[in-house]
C-alpha cells in the first residue's frame, strides 16, 4: 500500500498545477474576451446607425462660468437659448428667454448706472434668469454675479433664522425700541425704562425692515456666537461654490454690542454677499430650508450625442422647514404694506399680488465698488409653493434711475405671464 500511495503523488502534483495554470489563463483571457465582446457590440451598434452610449460627464458647478461666458451670444431657438464651448459642446440652457429679455429691456430702458437680476428654480437650483446691464461699464455684468457688495438689510433674513431656529422669537413676538425704524444709531435704539417707546412685531418689521428691531434680535436675544453660526449655516465666510469664480461672502465677527447690532440690521458695511449667494439663500428659504446646487444647463451635446448631466444636488440645509415656514410668513408683509410696496401698486402689480403671493425683502445701503446706492430685492412666489425665487441688484448714482424692487416685480410679471 505505502508503495501505491508513493507512485498516486506525482500526479495529483500534475493534476494541481494544471488547475492552477487553468484558473491563471480564466483571469486573463476572461476580462479580454469581455472587452472584445464590448467592442464588437459597439462597432454593431455603429454599423446598426447607433452609436454607444457616451461616458457620463459632470456639468454642474464647473461648467456655470463657462456658460455665463458664453450667454452674451447665446442665439435662441424654438427650445430655448443654447451656445456652443470652445471643444464643440452645444449648451441647452436653463433661462427662460421671455423672462431674460423682458428683465434687460426694463434695465436698458432706464439705462442704470449697474444692474442685475438672478431668478432660480428652488427645488432644483435651475438659473431661470441671469439679465444685466450696465450704462458705464457694459463688461460688468460678466462678472457681477460673483462679485461682493454690502449686503444691507437682506441680512435680517438671517438674523430672524437664528432667532427662530433658537426658539428666542415667533413671529408674532413683539419688541420695544427707541427711534424711528430707520435710525442707525445703535447706541440709541434700547427702550427707555419710562416713558413712551415705539414697539412691532418682528413680522411687521421685517415688511418695514425696522433697524432698531433686528438690532435688538441679534444683540439681546442671539447673542454673537449663535449668529456666527447662523452664517456660518448659511454659507458665509467659506468657498461655498469651488469651480466658480464666486467671492466668499463675508460676515465679520461682532466684537462689541454696537457691532452686533449693526451685523443683525444689516447696517454692517464688511457685511459682503456676492448676488448669486444671495439668490441661494432666497431659494433656499422658499425650498424649506433646502439650498440646490446653481445649475445654467439643461442639455448639453457633443457631435450629436446627448452627454450625461450631473444629478440635481442639494448644496445646504440652511434651516428647518418650519423655519422656512415661520419666515415665509414673516416676509409676505414686504409687497403688501412693507417697503417695496410702492412698487407692486401699478394695475399690473396688484392683478399679479391677486392671484400670487409673494414672500420678499428689500436692503438699501450706500457702497464704494463701484460708487452708489445700492438697492436690493429678494423674493419667491407663490408663497405657500415657490415656482421662482430671484435677486435683483441696483447700483445708482447720484441721481436715482429706479429700485430693485422695481425688477424684481418686472421679473415676476414675466414669469407668472409666460406660465399662465
Known amino acids: 500500500m505505502r508503495d501505491l500511495k508513493h507512485l498516486c503523488t506525482p500526479t495529483r502534483t500534475k493534476n494541481r498545477r494544471g488547475l492552477v495554470l487553468v484558473s491563471l489563463l480564466a483571469l486573463i483571457l476572461i476580462p479580454l474576451a469581455l472587452l472584445l465582446v464590448r467592442q464588437v457590440a459597439d462597432a454593431y451598434s455603429s454599423w446598426r446607425g447607433q452609436p454607444p452610449a457616451p461616458a457620463p460627464i459632470s ?14 451670444a447665446a442665439q435662441q431657438t424654438d427650445n430655448g437659448l443654447i451656445a456652443t464651448a470652445n471643444d464643440g ?30 431668478a432660480l428654480e428652488p427645488s432644483t437650483g435651475r438659473v431661470l434668469a441671469l439679465a444685466g446691464h450696465s450704462s458705464l461699464a457694459p463688461d460688468w455684468t460678466q462678472q457681477a ?8 438689510s ?67 436675544l442671539v447673542g454673537a456666537e449663535r449668529l456666527q453660526a447662523a452664517c456660518e449655516q448659511f454659507g458665509f465666510n467659506r468657498q461655498l461654490l469651488p469651480g466658480l469664480p464666486v467671492h466668499a461672502s463675508q460676515a465679520p465677527l461682532a466684537a462689541t454690542t454696537t457691532d452686533l447690532r449693526l451685523l443683525g440690521s444689516g447696517l454692517e458695511h464688511n457685511l459682503q454677499i456676492s448676488p448669486l449667494h444671495a439668490a441661494l439663500i432666497t431659494a433656499g428659504i422658499a425650498n424649506k430650508g433646502v439650498m440646490m446646487t446653481p445649475r445654467l444647463v439643461d442639455r448639453a451635446e457633443r457631435e450629436q450625442q446627448e452627454l450625461r448631466l450631473a444629478p440635481t444636488a442639494e448644496l445646504l440645509r440652511v434651516t428647518s422647514p418650519q423655519v422656512a415656514d415661520s419666515l415665509t410668513r414673516m416676509l409676505t408683509s414686504t409687497v403688501t ?50 415656482q421662482i425665487a430671484l435677486v435683483a441688484l441696483v447700483i445708482n448714482g447720484n441721481r436715482w434711475k429706479i429700485k430693485a424692487s422695481q425688477v424684481g416685480e418686472q421679473a415676476l410679471d414675466a414669469f407668472f405671464r409666460a406660465g399662465s
Open 59 to 72: 456639468l454642474g458647478t464647473e461648467l456655470f462660468g463657462t456658460a455665463n461666458a458664453l450667454l452674451p
Open 337 to 386: 404694506t412693507g417697503t417695496s410696496r410702492r412698487a407692486f401698486r401699478s394695475p399690473q402689480a396688484r392683478q399679479l399680488l391677486a392671484s400670487v403671493s409673494v414672500a420678499a425683502k428689500t436692503g438699501s445701503i450706500n457702497g464704494d465698488n463701484p460708487k452708489g446706492h445700492y438697492s436690493w430685492f429678494a423674493a419667491y412666489a407663490p408663497a405657500d409653493d415657490p
Open 154 to 220: 437682506l441680512f435680517k433674513m438671517v438674523t430672524a433664522a437664528a432667532a427662530l431656529e433658537n426658539g428666542v422669537i415667533n413671529p408674532d413676538t413683539v419688541l420695544a425700541f427707541r427711534g424711528s425704524a430707520i435710525s442707525e444709531t445703535p447706541s440709541s435704539w434700547d427702550p427707555r425704562p419710562r416713558g413712551r417707546n415705539n414697539q412691532m412685531d418682528v413680522s411687521d418689521a421685517m415688511g418695514k425692515s425696522c433697524n432698531p428691531v433686528y438690532g435688538r434680535i441679534a444683540s439681546d
Open 145 to 152: 454675479p460673483y462679485q461682493l457688495y454690502p449686503m444691507a
Open 89 to 118: 459642446t452645444l449648451l441647452h440652457y436653463s433661462i427662460m428667454p421671455a423672462l431674460q429679455q423682458r428683465v434687460e429691456r426694463f434695465l436698458r430702458s432706464y439705462q442704470v448706472p449697474y444692474g442685475l437680476l438672478i
